[in-house]
């Protein structure tokens, strides 16, 4: 099984405009946080990482490159940790910048892990840098990415930092409940003879949707 890559392309771009408001800030989470107390902010941060893609694909090209559950555990502790410090932490600051900016950077980190499961610094003759120091350092950049998502809305004074805490704690259940099935699939395709080309399909897809995501991003800024 070849992957075409040119047979893909126009098919993958089609999605990029989705993705890019995939976990926006509607009017409706902003009611429901205003009426629904603490939990609303665990439902809210749930749903906003569940149809949070750019931090779905990162997370599925990490795992992509390990084979045990211990690695596996280990990497994503790095990340979840990383994106723990400076939600909680930059949120309850006010420390908070272009959201824009910020979600192209995240769309580079998803450049960044189909680019190097591919090989690509290999390939160019260089040291990729330590994986799991890069997987901690993309955690505090999504991590930042969910904090201007949260500083969007008005979530007043009262119970400040609960409410801070119960939307980092939706955050992490909903990556728990994304990583079920997108293990489960990797695992279920990595012993069959299909495999090295789904690799390669699926990495390709995070290396253009990363860029594609990026100059979309960009484009906004500036306009």
């Known amino acids: 099984m070849k992957f075409n890559l040119k047979r893909y392309l ?30 609303a902010y665990i439902q809210v941060g749930a749903t906003h990482m ?18 045990s559950f211990k690695d596996i555990l280990k990497f994503i502790t790095f990340f979840t ?21 910020v979600d192209a950077v995240i769309a580079l980190s998803v450049f960044y892990k189909g680019f190097e499961n591919l090989n ?20 505090l950049i ?5 904090s201007t998502r949260l500083q969007s809305f008005d979530i007043g004074n009262d119970q400040f930092l609960a409410k801070i805490l119960c939307f980092n704690l939706g955050v ?31 990495n390709w897809y995070l290396i253009f949707i990363g860029i594609a995501l990026f100059i979309y991003q960009i484009y906004n800024y500036y306009n």
């Open 81 to 101: 940790i990383g994106h723990c410090i400076t939600l909680i932490g930059a949120t309850y600051t006010g420390i908070t910048a272009n959201e824009h900016i």
């Open 50 to 67: 569940l149809t949070g893609y750019d931090h779905l694909l990162f997370l599925a090209g990490v795992v992509f490159y390990l084979k």
């Open 120 to 139: 690509g610094f290999k390939k160019l003759k260089i040291k990729a840098p330590n994986l799991l120091l890069m997987v901690g350092l993309f955690g």
């Open 172 to 202: 992490e259940l909903g990556q728990v409940l994304a990583l079920i099935p997108i293990i489960g699939i990797i695992t279920l395709f990595r012993n069959k003879k299909q495999f090295p080309a789904f690799y390669k399909a699926i």
């Open 142 to 146: 999504h991590g930042f990415g969910l």
């Open 10 to 39: 126009p098919l993958l771009l089609l999605f990029v405009p989705f993705l890019s408001f995939a976990h926006d800030v509607t009017s409706s989470d902003q009611e429901l946080l205003r009426t629904g107390g603490l939990w």
